[in-house]
């Protein structure tokens, strides 16, 4: 009699926690991942980082990487689903009069709907449907939550290409000013920011809640919306910081609201970056004054009225970046992508 009231009550509880688990990872994802959806990412990315470094460089990393995202997915809704049918098997179990196999095998055919000719007794017929149903809520909840994402997705993609467009394909700061001052003039630098910082802020609200999204990589090789985010996030510091405040305040506001998405994004997978100016930088993504006197110098010769206390300007432009270094190079690390280079030269993953 104790052993079933402790299965029926373990049961309930395990039943409780996978359905809560679905509605908090596809019906209420902006209150972060729950335990299923992290243990599942963590594994399966630790899975797939050992599987990508036996294959060779290039297309078969990127296709394998293409599939993480929609793995990892199902693995989560196959992870809830198993856990419900763990639970209602002890649930089963509890009423008497079966194995442990019978009972699992009996939860294994109410959860898929099929049913079992062994149910003659009303309250084992009741736990079937019951365990119907909530296989089926379940399923729903992740075909709604699939377009969500799809729609978050081809949002993000297409302001990146509306960018590449305009200016050319560049993962560099300096490079898209200057292509902007080419392609434009100078002077309508404010409608860029304009642009970005509803982009950055839609970053942070689907990226920031919507975990399957993050994970989802550009169908075209060698584009990444980590490095296009850090190469705008660079441009808008560099404006903020050398020119004239008419054209600096959309900019500042861009670096800002960028700087909050990614750490959004970051803070979603619970794993808060290190400090600012204690994160290895690749090389080539490095900036140092002599760098950015260089930038400087494009900027003047692209049509930019930049100020002449460059030291100021030095000095605001490393405050601005290193509001965004960190959770950028984070997203770097767990994308497994470049953070592009400050220069002319980079590449990156997709």
Known sequence: MLASLLAFLLGVGIVGFAFGSAIRTFMLPGTGPHLVSRVVFRSLQRLFEATRGLLPAGRPREVLAGLYAPVCLLAVYGATIGLAAVGFAALFWSLGDRSVVQALVDSGLSISTLGSPSFDQLRETILSVLEALIATTISALLIGYLPTIHSAFLTREKAISTLEAHLGETESGPAILVAFARASGAEHLPSLWGEWIPWFADIGESHGTLAGV?????????????????????????????????????????????????????????QPPPAPGRVPVPAGAAVGRAAFDRALAQMTAAGYAVKADCATSWATFE???????????????????????????????T
């Open 214 to 270: 993050l994970f989802l990589r550009s169908p075209r090789v060698g584009r990444s919306w980590v490095t296009t985010a850090g190469a705008v996030l660079d441009a808008a510091a560099l404006a903020a910081a050398s020119l004239d405040p008419a054209q600096a305040r959309q900019a500042d506001r861009c670096v800002r609201t960028g700087a909050a998405a990614l750490g959004r994004v970051v803070d979603l997978l619970d």
């Open 319 to 349: 405050a601005l970046r290193a509001s965004y270094e960190a959770p950028l190079l984070a997203l770097c690390r767990l994308k497994l992508v470049s953070p592009g280079r400050w220069e002319a030269g980079g590449t990156a993953a």
